[in-house]
């Protein structure tokens, strides 16, 4: 029997923890169909076909992560999907002395980290950004709920920022979709302002 080199190690190897993966859950079109009519009768949300696949990705059980430019509208996109949405900005307010307690409000719950790379860069004993690795690091590591993401960096602006340790974990986390185009949110702002003017 001649040795298995290192490289046909490996290849076996990945054939077989890829054949023992579970196949990925089936979204008919029907499905994805059925939640847009909701999103636009609940939220007003225009849809285009860009965020087809992103929504049948969520309607699968996976992470989002949504890039794109300022008004493309992920965040709204996110909204009409669900989960408790918290800006990045109002986390790193916590501080790294008191994120744990943002850890156990959100142990368990699906949460969108919104606006990644926006937030400040702040400077507390000598740390800087080092808040949303952690909580990014927390929950990939020690929360199994779904975690969302939406920001205006491109894949390699996310790894100089915040390393390449971190962009892993989030791709690890999520399906990345990139979301262009005018703004679905307006319709949502304006019947806000339509109600309180009432």
């Not at 040795?3 to 490996?10: K, Y």
């Not at 300022?70 to 408790?84: I, V």
């Not at 002395?97 to 919104?114: C, I, K, M, R, S």
């Not at 927390?138 to 975690?147: P, V």
């Amino acid at each position: 029997m001649n040795p298995m080199t290192i490289a046909e190690a490996i290849e076996k190897a990945m054939a077989k923890l890829l054949g023992n993966k579970p196949p990925e859950p089936i979204i008919s079109d029907d499905e994805v169909a059925q939640t847009i009519v909701r999103m636009a009768d609940q939220y007003g949300y225009e849809p285009s076909p860009e965020v087809v696949e992103p929504i049948r990705a969520y309607l699968a059980g996976y992470g989002l992560l949504l890039s794109g430019d300022t008004g493309s509208g992920k965040t709204f996109l996110m909204h009409c999907l669900g989960g408790r949405q918290y800006t990045c900005e109002r986390i790193i307010e916590y501080g790294m002395v008191n994120v744990h307690q943002w850890f156990e409000w959100t142990d368990g719950y699906e949460v969108v980290l919104d606006d990644l790379g926006v937030e400040r860069t702040v400077s507390e004993y000598g740390a800087k950004d080092e808040i949303m690795k952690t909580v990014i690091g927390h929950r990939c590591e020690r929360q199994s709920a779904r975690t969302h993401v939406t920001t205006n960096l491109k894949a390699e602006q996310i790894a100089e920022r915040y390393g390449d340790r971190t962009l892993s974990r989030l791709t690890g986390m999520c399906k990345a979709f990139r979301i262009d185009g005018r703004s679905r949110r307006r319709p949502m702002a304006m019947n806000n302002q339509r109600a309180r003017a009432t």
